[in-house]
């Protein structure tokens, strides 16, 4: 009787521990299974935000040549790519959707380029150059294809930011191909929201202010010096004219290099890396507002190019506007000043 009991009191304790063994093997298993797909149905999700526009079968070879060039050694050996890019990145005022209207974006249909940039990186990606195009820069629109069929006119003496109101994306990249060129690798646009999101996203950005902002279109107020802001505060700086200078599209185009240099000293200081929940915090930021060429329209692309430019610091970041002089017929309008812009459009060829 004893050694019945020692005996069965020996062998349940011994399955308990089994099941619960087994049960636990069972659950770590299903979490780890369960840990692979939020992480697929995350990477979907990202890859999924990103909306794109197909530029190179919209204008074929009607655009500039791409530069030849020799692949070095080291180049040859290295998984991410690291010749020049030109990137034309576009800050969009899309009327679309609550909170672009909530932040400015105005109550109307369509969207225009509020701000437009022309990113160079040197070969081996370690030094850029940014050209801020003033928007109210009268250019000549060429004729550009139409989603619907069909072209736009060419238009004489027309606003720059007038080519993505017409066209597009498209009719952008084409305008500013011909005024400067200089064939864009990489389209890259984002709109109010978006730019909201992700400085939220990166706990805010430190700006300093050389003279006090005062815009109540903008609802920006601001004592000259150094601050700490929140996405909304940064898109109302990079939207600030008429508080600051003469009220012109010129003051504001400092702001938003002061912005860019910021944005970057921030992502350099944030590790990311080490937290994955910020890292997606600001993955879903960007990419929930973001429209690309196709050559950008996947996360992994979009990864990859980052990881080319991680040597690249804002101290190496140059930010220069185009050359302009006010126009001759409206002088509230500019014109590219003749040479010294074609002398900077050249140096970035």
């Known amino acids: 009787m004893t050694g019945h009991v020692d005996s069965g009191g020996a062998g349940r304790p011994k399955g308990r521990r089994s099941a619960v063994l087994k049960i636990a093997c069972l659950t770590a298993a299903g979490l780890l299974v369960l840990g692979v797909g939020v992480a697929g149905l995350a990477y979907w999700h990202l890859d999924d935000n990103i909306k794109s526009v197909d530029i190179n079968q919209a204008l074929g070879d009607d655009r500039p040549a791409k530069p030849v060039t020799t692949p070095s050694a080291s180049a040859s050996a290295s998984p ?15 009327r679309s959707g609550k909170e672009n209207q909530a ?17 160079h990186i040197d070969a081996g990606r370690k ?25 736009t006119a060419v238009a004489y003496n027309a606003m720059f930011n007038s080519a993505y109101s017409v066209g597009g994306p498209v009719c952008a990249v084409k305008t500013v191909e011909s005024i400067t060129g200089i064939r864009m690798d990489h389209y890259v646009e984002i709109d109010f929201s978006g730019f909201a999101k992700l400085v939220n996203a990166l706990g ?7 003279e006090d902002i005062d815009d109540d279109d903008s609802h920006l107020h601001l004592a000259a010096g150094t601050h700490h802001l929140s996405g909304k505060q940064a898109l109302a ?8 200078g003469d009220g012109s599209d010129l003051g504001r185009i400092g702001l938003q290099q002061k912005l860019v240099k910021a944005l970057l000293d921030r992502i350099a200081s944030t590790s990311l890396f080490t937290s994955p929940a910020k890292l997606y915090d600001v993955a879903d930021a960007v990419t929930g507002s973001l429209t690309t060429d196709t050559g950008l329209d996947s996360l992994s692309e979009l990864v990859d190019l980052g990881r080319s430019l991680r040597g690249l610091s804002s101290a190496h970041v140059r930010t220069v506007m185009m050359p302009v002089v006010p126009a001759p017929s409206d002088p509230n309008r500019v014109v590219a000043k003749q040479p010294a812009a074609g002398r900077l459009w050249k140096s970035l060829r």
């Open 237 to 244: 700086l990079a939207r600030t004219r008429h508080g600051i």
């Open 204 to 210: 805010g950005v430190t700006v300093t202010t050389d």
């Open 103 to 119: 932040l400015g974006g105005g109550s109307s249909s369509g969207a225009r380029s509020d701000t437009a940039m022309v990113v």
């Open 80 to 94: 991410l790519p690291s010749g020049s890019l030109n990137i034309l990145v576009l800050g969009s005022d899309s």
């Open 127 to 151: 030094k850029a150059t940014v050209v801020s195009i003033p928007r109210d820069t009268l250019v000549t629109r060429p004729s550009c294809p139409l989603t619907s069929g069909g072209s």
